[in-house]
């Protein structure tokens, strides 16, 4: 087996370019997202593995073997679609059975299999029904066990959550990370829900236009966001406009501090960025990045409140623990502390190369 | 509370008009649907049992036909007018001649527009677009048309066969022994191929001219059907002719066989291909329905006593579909 590596892998549909030249290595019995905005050619990239599209460029290399042009019949990736794409004339054994069937295994032994898989996935006792008779959760258990049948190579899902509803969503990442770590195959995940990538993945790709902004393991993605895009993509942040200036970064008429900011010349636009859960707010201290800021409204989310506020820095939204005494009215005017080691900071590009969906304020939730 | 009080005077004084108006819209509703029934009575149920009537009347020598109440045209159909002194088949061997041609052209119809409509349900829409309306296009030609143009290509003098000649096909065909094989299917004489009057050239013309028809009836099955069907059968080992007859052909069993049955009755009813390449001995009950109420022995209510049978023979088929389809969507 060994591990699965893309060089170079480009693919383009006449003058739209889907995937851009995209180098990567999936680690043996590992689980690894591939996290973006939709059309951003991550389902794209996930069809070039299973060997359902041909790459207009580079290799693909499974073990150190060249499979770039190898029919996705003969690679051995198991795949669980976006639809599920079971075969609703066939009853759910057989459609669990499918790869051991065609490949010639006795009826009697395919069944047995099927029957294990449908046990590991908690579907004992289902065999003989009709897909049409099955829930959308049952469903996708059932496209998984299918895919699992023939012992994968590696195992690919493209937007496996997206036709469940949102609680059932939750259970079924939990569920399917418990099985990948169990079964130890190497797994990727097509996913534009960056929370599911987090709960499931050892590594996140995150990619927007056809290229990867960042790979790490999800702290290192939502704490270390390498662009804004991934920081505004990856949880939630506030991001700022400023210049850098005597190693510090103007914003506006504040002048902020951040170990970074010496690495940019004088004058060069950068843009900043803030989780709003790292947003000091009250009085205490007196510390650097201190500004002042009126509430204008508060979001009560249960554990959590979100307040947005009206600083000379722009608009902030900071989130603030719902158990704390210190909570302030719409209208009140509070004390903020940015801590310099909570503000990433990034070069400012042209207002048309940051269209991946970042808005000034704040982004993604 | 109040708010209903100031209204309900309101309403008191309205009734009447609303009332009134919905009973007019019900009257001409009551009538438009009794204009429908008159003209689908009038067009279908009365030339319907125009014909049933005719079947059971007596033909007037040298005239038209007359009132009665015999059932001698139908057992002429099944046992012969000689009956019970000699028994013949001729005319239940002309409905299964019928039901042959129309069978095995409808079946070749549709197995071979079936690659085709997939093929070309996987296009851009615009070259399916294209597609559709060069097929719809090429219905507005006339059966007559079409024979005509075959009779012409499988003509013994100036057609396929004179190009068979001349091109030492028939030479090769002769050398190879494949020529016997051509003669013994009757598709040949001692000097060279011949393919007019054959069963082949009458099913070859009708699965032609019902071609076009297969393709719009698949047409939205499988333009509905998944992509990720396939695709999932592939990624789990299945090669294309796999993929083919496990998950592609089981998901259109039903419109297949809704095809088949919608061309066979379409075809049973063929007349000018029969006529023109089939053997003689070989004619169908449609041409014999003709021969009867036009042609030579204007016999009418015989030939509606044969109508009636194909008619019946159709509906037979439909039903047997129908139990087909249902109990295939139920338990397979």
């Known amino acids: 087996m060994g591990a699965l590596s893309l060089g170079n892998i480009g693919k383009e549909y006449g003058e739209a370019r889907a995937v851009d030249g995209i180098t990567l290595d999936f680690p043996e019995g590992q689980l690894t997202a591939l996290l973006g905005p939709s059309g951003c050619g991550k389902t794209t990239l996930l069809r070039m593995i299973a060997g359902l599209e041909v790459p207009t460029r580079g290799t693909i290399t499974m073990g150190g073997r060249d499979i770039t042009r190898v029919p996705a019949h003969k690679r051995k990736f198991g795949m669980v679609f976006q639809s599920f794409a079971l075969f609703p004339h066939l009853s759910v054994r057989d459609n669990v059975a499918y790869a051991l069937t065609i490949a010639g295994t006795p009826r009697g032994e395919a069944a047995a299999r099927a029957d294990r898989l449908l046990d590991l996935v908690q579907l004992a006792g289902l065999g003989e029904r009709r897909i049409g008779q099955l829930s959308g959760g049952q469903r996708q258990r059932v496209a998984i066990a299918r895919a699992l049948a023939q012992e994968p190579d590696v195992f690919l899902l493209d937007e496996p959550m997206s036709a469940l509803d949102a609680k059932l969503r939750e259970e079924m990442q939990v569920e399917l990370r418990l099985l990948q770590q169990r079964l130890g195959v190497t797994t990727i995940v097509v996913t534009h829900d960056q929370r599911e990538a987090m709960t499931m993945a050892d590594r996140i790709i995150v990619m927007s236009r056809g290229k990867v902004e960042q790979e790490g393991t999800p702290q290192e993605i939502y704490h270390w966001p390498a662009t804004g895009f991934v920081a505004g993509f990856i949880g939630r942040a506030n991001f700022m406009d400023g210049i850098a200036r005597d190693g510090r970064i103007m914003v506006g008429e504040i002048a902020l501090s951040l170990p970074q900011a010496a690495r940019f010349l004088d004058g060069s636009p950068v843009q900043l960025a803030c989780r709003p859960e790292a947003i000091r707010m009250g009085e205490g201290g007196a510390g650097a990045n201190r500004v002042q800021g009126r509430v204008t409204f508060v979001r009560d989310l249960g554990p959590v409140r979100d307040f947005h506020l009206e600083t000379v820095l722009g608009k902030l939204v900071v989130e603030h623990g719902s158990d704390q005494s210190t909570s302030p009215k719409i209208g009140e005017t509070v004390h903020l502390t940015l801590p310099p080691e909570a503000l990433r900071i990034y070069p400012r590009l042209p207002p048309q190369d940051l269209s991946g969906g970042v808005p000034s304020a704040l982004a993604a939730e | ?332």
């Not at chain 2, 065909?173 to 393919?195: I, S």
């Not at chain 2, 109420?293 to 109508?307: D, E, I, K, Y």
């Open chain 2, 1 to 332: 509370m109040t708010v209903v009080g100031h209204i309900r005077p309101a309403a008191d004084d309205a009734p009447p008009r609303p009332e009134r108006a919905a009973l007019r819209w019900r009257a001409l509703g009551l009538a438009i649907t009794l204009l429908l029934w008159t003209v689908v009575l009038v067009l279908c149920l009365v030339p319907l049992a125009l014909v049933l009537v005719i079947s059971v009347g007596q033909k007037v020598e040298g005239a038209g036909w007359e009132w009665g109440f015999t059932a001698e045209n139908y057992i002429r159909f099944l046992v012969g007018a000689q009956w019970p002194a000699e028994t013949t088949f001729l005319y239940l061997t002309q409905l299964y001649w019928s039901m042959r041609y129309a069978v095995v052209a409808s079946v070749i119809a549709v197995v071979t527009a079936l690659p085709f409509t997939y093929l070309m349900t996987r296009q851009s829409r615009r070259a399916q677009a294209l597609w559709l309306v060069f097929l719809l296009a090429t219905l507005s030609l006339s059966e007559v048309f079409i024979v005509m143009g075959w009779d012409i290509i499988l003509s013994n003098n100036s057609g396929l066969p004179m190009l068979f000649a001349a091109s030492g096909l028939t030479d090769w065909l002769k050398a190879t022994g494949w020529f016997d094989v051509l003669r013994d299917w009757g598709l040949a004489n001692p000097r060279n191929v011949k393919f007019k009057t054959s069963e082949f050239a009458t099913v070859l013309t009708m699965s032609y001219l019902v071609w076009p028809y297969a393709v719009i009836l698949l047409y939205p099955a499988l333009s509905r059907l998944d992509p990720s069907l396939a695709e999932a059968a592939r990624t789990m080992g299945a090669r294309p002719w796999t993929v083919a007859r496990t998950v592609i052909l089981p998901a259109v069993r039903l419109p297949l066989l809704g095809a088949v049955l919608l061309l066979f009755v379409f075809l049973l009813g063929g007349y000018v291909a029969v006529t023109v390449f089939a053997d003689p001995a070989k004619h169908t009950t449609a041409v014999s329905v003709y021969e009867h109420v036009r042609g030579s022995t204007l016999n009418a209510p015989f030939g509606a006593a044969q109508s009636v049978i194909l008619l019946v023979t159709a509906a037979v088929f439909l039903v047997i579909g129908h139990r087909l389809s249902r109990t295939s969507r139920g338990g397979g």
